[in-house]
């Protein structure tokens, strides 16, 4: 089920927030008579993350109910292993129990996502004919499997208690909002939460502000910018101008897919009493590589730091092992977006300009004007997006050949005419990447006069937008997810 769909909106969310608001208050009522309020209202988080828990499982089992089971299967795994990792911490069987417990993590995320890249590469060697499985791949694996290894390695650390209620640790690795594509929520963000949270006007306010702009991003502008993407690749008159149209409408799609479903997840989030951590925090406002790996995908780039790269050593060893640290973090970075050699290429190819930025570029990136170092970083990020997006090997190298001249005219008529269609929303999607909007918006807000007006003007403006969305879907207009396949 797509968030962005009319399913969700006006179906599946308006019947789990009645049930999710409504149920706790009335059972707090009834319990108010009959028990002191400080018992009372500790019921009301559980309750929530029981009506949390039904739904999610729900909303991930409308698409493919038969992979439930392994959902339901890595909630008991990861429940069982947490409270033996906790039990015998500090002795070897703490560290046998984390060992199978990551192990049959990455099993399971192995075999589904990774078997037939592996019997397609031992075919292409050996010259086997080793027949594919064709397994398909269950939605936001990637994503639970990593929350679920934060898990029990936080147990391990003693970062972290171990959840006794099942009830609450299945709700927060099945939670809707942030199931499917993030952000990767580690369980130290809302153990609190999961225990005692408060529902607000305010926070409700916010997160259906938050939700809305999200899906506004995602529908009137990434989903256009995909459709542009489709049309090049169906096109029979490609040109060098019309490659790298396509290149920076993609690397712009991407960033509004994936940062809107971040928005819509934050803002459910807030809606049902959670704070999840900040994913994307204007990425292509970089002036460095290593500054775009901490504003985009934040809560990825921090997973990978803080259980491989510094449990490797980080930077704290050898040059040659920080070398080997890095390659190894983005060798798997790759690898986990998908099972495609593009993918390995497209982490190694970070791995590289960190690298170079590290060991030969330190200390000149500061100093150069800005203009170039974003040219710079721009330039790279969308080739490596290029790269990312290609169906193999073979057509990433003919996509970039063709950017830079390889046996296609310069321009066409074809692309004069998408240049003329699509040149405006491209324009407001380069303006929308930037932090202009939100800086002109909260200057506004501070303004005693602006302020008033800001104020009136948002619910209005929100609901224009919801409106817009709708009507777009109601047209059938494209409507992917990229994330949906990592």
């Given at each position: 089920?797509?968030?962005?769909?009319i399913?969700f909106?006006?179906y599946?969310?308006?019947?789990?927030?009645?049930?999710?608001?409504?149920?706790?208050?009335i059972l707090?009522?009834?319990l108010?008579r009959?028990?002191?309020?400080?018992?009372?209202?500790?019921?009301s988080?559980a309750?929530q993350?029981g009506?949390l828990?039904?739904?999610?499982?729900?909303f991930?089992g409308?698409?493919e109910?038969?992979y439930l089971?392994?959902?339901v299967?890595?909630?008991a795994?990861?429940?069982v292993?947490?409270?033996?990792?906790?039990?015998?911490?500090?002795?070897?069987?703490?560290?046998?129990c984390?060992i199978?417990?990551v192990?049959?993590s990455?099993a399971m995320?192995?075999y589904f996502?990774?078997?037939?890249f592996?019997?397609?590469?031992?075919?292409?060697?050996?010259?086997?004919e080793?027949?594919l499985l064709r397994?398909?791949?269950?939605?936001?694996i990637s994503f639970y499997t990593?929350?679920i290894i934060?898990?029990?390695?936080?147990i391990?650390?003693?970062e972290a208690?171990?959840?006794?209620?099942i009830?609450?640790?299945?709700a927060?690795?099945s939670?809707?909002?942030?199931l499917?594509?993030?952000?990767i929520?580690?369980?130290?963000?809302v153990a609190?939460?999961?225990?005692?949270?408060?529902?607000?006007a305010?926070?409700?306010y916010?997160?259906?502000?938050?939700f809305?702009v999200g899906l506004?991003?995602?529908?009137?502008i990434?989903n256009?910018?995909g459709l542009?993407?489709?049309?090049?690749?169906?096109?029979d008159?490609k040109?060098?101008?019309?490659?790298?149209?396509?290149?920076?409408?993609?690397?712009l799609?991407?960033?509004?897919?994936?940062?809107g479903?971040?928005?819509?997840a934050?803002?459910?989030?807030?809606i049902?009493?959670f704070?999840?951590?900040?994913n994307?925090?204007?990425?292509?406002?970089s002036?460095s590589?290593?500054e775009?790996?901490r504003?985009?995908?934040?809560?990825l780039?921090?997973?990978?730091?803080?259980?491989v790269y510094?449990?490797?050593?980080?930077n704290?060893?050898?040059?040659l092992?920080?070398v080997r640290?890095?390659?190894?973090?983005?060798l798997l970075?790759?690898?986990?977006h998908?099972a495609?050699w593009n993918f390995?290429?497209?982490?190694?190819?970070f791995a590289v300009?960190?690298?170079?930025?590290?060991?030969?570029?330190?200390?000149?990136?500061s100093?150069?004007p800005?203009?170039?170092?974003?040219?710079y970083v721009?330039f790279f990020v969308t080739?490596?997006?290029v790269?990312f997006n290609?169906?193999?090997?073979?057509q990433?190298i003919?996509?970039?050949?063709?950017?830079?001249?390889g046996?296609v005219?310069?321009?066409?008529?074809?692309?004069?005419?998408?240049?003329?269609?699509?040149?405006v929303?491209?324009?407001?999607?380069i303006f929308?990447?930037?932090?202009?909007?939100?800086?002109?918006?909260e200057?506004a807000?501070k303004s005693?006069?602006?302020g008033?007006i800001?104020?009136?003007?948002?619910?209005?403006v929100?609901?224009i937008?919801?409106?817009?969305?709708?009507a777009?879907l109601?047209?059938?207009?494209?409507?992917?997810?990229?994330?949906?396949?990592?």
């Open positions: 089920m797509l968030f962005s769909s399913t909106l006006y599946f969310l308006p019947i789990m927030l009645a049930i999710y608001l409504i149920v706790p208050a707090k009522l009834i108010n009959f028990m002191p309020p400080a018992v009372s209202n500790s019921w988080p309750v993350n009506i828990l039904v739904f999610s499982l729900i991930y409308w698409g109910p038969v089971i392994l959902m299967m890595s909630i795994l990861g429940y292993f947490g409270l033996l990792i906790e039990k015998f911490r500090g002795g070897k069987r703490s560290k046998i984390l199978i417990s192990a049959l990455l995320l192995g996502k990774y078997t037939d592996f019997i397609e590469n031992i075919n292409s060697v050996t010259g086997l080793i027949p397994i398909a791949l269950p939605i936001g990593f929350q934060s898990y029990v390695a936080d391990y650390r003693g208690q171990a959840q006794r209620n009830i609450n640790f299945g927060y690795v939670m809707f909002p942030q499917i594509a993030g952000p929520v580690r369980y130290t963000d609190a939460q999961l225990k005692d949270r408060s529902i607000t305010e926070g409700l916010c997160g259906a502000c938050r809305i506004a991003k995602k529908v009137l990434s256009r910018l542009l993407c489709s049309i090049f690749r169906e096109s008159e040109s060098v101008v019309f490659y790298w149209l396509y290149a920076v409408a993609f690397t799609h991407i960033y509004f897919d994936f940062s479903y971040s928005d819509m934050i803002g459910l989030g807030k049902l009493g704070s999840f951590p900040e994307f925090n204007y990425p292509y406002i002036h590589i290593t775009f790996w504003r985009w995908h934040i809560s780039g921090s997973w990978f730091r803080d259980y510094i449990p490797l050593g980080g704290r060893v050898s040059k092992c920080h640290n890095i390659l190894v973090v983005w970075t790759g690898l986990w998908g495609e390995v290429c497209w982490g190694l190819m300009l960190l690298l170079v930025e590290k060991k030969l570029l330190s200390g000149v990136l100093k150069i800005h203009a170039f170092s974003s040219v721009m080739l490596s997006f790269i290609a169906d193999g090997m073979a990433a003919s996509d970039i050949g063709g950017m830079f001249g046996g005219p310069l321009i066409s008529d074809e692309t004069w005419y998408y240049l003329r269609s699509f040149g929303l491209i324009a407001v999607s929308g990447c930037t932090p202009i909007v939100h800086k002109l918006a200057k807000r005693e006069r602006l008033v800001m104020s009136a003007a948002e619910p209005a929100m609901i937008l919801l409106l817009a969305a709708t777009y109601v047209d059938g207009s494209f409507n992917p997810f990229l994330y949906f396949r990592f």
